[in-house]
């Protein structure tokens, strides 16, 4: 004889199977949200399913995926965080029943329009961040258990996780693109030099904000850059293509690499508050004997030349930009002799969370050697073994020709 209590039971777990059905994973996530929202359809014998994702720039709900509201996505219907049922779900993030929707805060006309007379929503979270919210109505005036909430929660969590990981992959893929569209797709080919570049993303913190440069100038100097802006992801790629394209236009006013950065100051702390970052603007005279640098918080470039070790140039480093007050900044003029190589970087080919910067420094200064610039690329990549860096990693270097005789 079966018991009451075991077919409870017995339905409890296969509600939980039914959500948690391993087959779902091998769905992508537009296929496994509808097909969640027709099994809570099923389970809970509900007229309306739907799932609401958070625009985080514009603090709203966005309708996504639905069965029987279908409208809200066709007018493409949003809803400010707080107002209204499934706004009041995202602010409190706890579930919210509502039993006669006559007599509540219900802004969405769809819902009105369907006769849905009760609703029952939970917030999809992942983690501590806010995805969405997933709700669900009856045309009839319904009660919703505390094994109704449980199990659409249950749901909720899956759509969330489901959803984050796409966001994610969608942000990863966005900013690859984006900083792979701002890199150089070849340097110019500029008399009396040679240059090479290499750019690795970070395999563990994800994609940042490191670039290289290298522009020639309508005075005929020619400039590099080399840079890095704090943090990863779309949102440091975005600031690093606006930092990139503010620079080039500056260097076209300005005799002074100093002076462009300042500019460039001025620009982060108005336009770009809160960001930060590091920067190395060098112009290579027209004789391509001097390097006039000046420095934003950034690693001094090494420099080499037949029968002399690989050094730090000797630099003034002023600060990052976005930090303090916009100030004045310096620059400096170094020699740059025939057959020299300038070799500039970001951190992360450098740092190591175990390490000293002073350790990963004189590991890249052991790894130049005199030679063109793609042979001092090669040598490096290969010598430090970054195939898989921690971060971000942007490498430019720039030999001058030996003076024929």
């Not at 209204?84 to 006309?109: K, M, T």
């Not at 992959?169 to 340097?187: E, F, G, K, N, V």
């Not at 730090?312 to 400096?332: A, E, F, K, N, S």
Request: aromatic content about 4%; hydrophobic content about 45%; proline content about 6%.
């Amino acid at each position: 004889m079966i018991e009451a209590g075991d077919t409870g039971n017995a339905e409890r777990l296969r509600r939980i199977e039914a959500v948690t059905d391993a087959a779902l994973s091998r769905l992508d996530v537009e296929q496994l949200l509808g097909e969640l929202l027709n099994r809570v359809q099923d389970l809970l014998g509900v007229d309306t399913a739907a799932i609401m994702l958070v625009d985080p720039h514009a603090r709203e709900l966005v309708a996504t995926a639905a069965r029987g509201l279908e409208d809200e996505i066709r007018q493409g219907f949003r809803l400010p965080i707080g107002q209204g049922f499934a706004g009041r779900v995202a602010r409190d993030r706890q579930p919210v029943v509502i039993e006669r929707i006559e007599q509540a805060d219900v802004v969405s006309p769809v819902l009105r329009e369907k006769g849905v007379r009760s609703l029952l929503g939970v917030p999809m979270l992942a983690g501590k961040d806010l995805v969405g919210v997933l709700h669900v109505g009856a045309r009839t005036v319904r009660h919703f258990t505390r094994d109704d909430i449980q199990l659409l929660q249950l749901v909720a969590d899956r759509a969330a996780l489901a959803c984050q990981a796409r966001l994610g992959s969608i942000d990863r893929a966005a900013a690859l693109a984006l900083q792979r569209s701002l890199l150089p797709a070849r340097l110019p080919h500029v008399p009396g030099v040679d240059t090479a570049a290499r750019y690795v993303p970070g395999h563990q913190a994800g994609i940042g904000g490191d670039w290289y440069d290298v522009f020639t100038l309508p005075s005929g100097w020619l400039g590099m850059v080399v840079g890095d802006v704090s943090g990863h992801g779309l949102a440091a790629a975005v600031v690093m293509g606006r930092l990139r394209s503010a620079l080039r236009a500056y260097t076209l006013e300005c005799d002074d690499p100093a002076d462009a950065l300042t500019r460039l100051d001025r620009k982060v702390h108005h336009f770009e508050t809160g960001n930060l970052a590091t920067v190395m603007y060098a112009m290579v005279s027209p004789e391509r004997d001097r390097v006039h640098i000046s420095l934003a918080g950034h690693l001094p470039p090494i420099m080499v030349s037949p029968g002399h070790p690989a050094e730090l140039v000797t630099l003034p480093v002023d600060p990052p930009l976005g930090i303090g007050r916009p100030q004045h900044r310096r620059t400096t003029v170094v020699d740059f002799p025939p057959d020299a190589v300038l070799v500039c970087y970001t951190d992360g080919l450098v740092e190591r969370r175990i390490e000293t910067i002073d350790v990963g420094l004189d590991r890249l200064r052991a790894a130049i050697r005199p030679g063109s610039a793609e042979d001092v690329c090669v040598g490096v990549m290969s010598t430090l073994g970054v195939d898989q860096p921690a971060d971000d990693i942007a490498l430019l270097a720039i030999r001058r020709h030996p003076t024929l005789g």
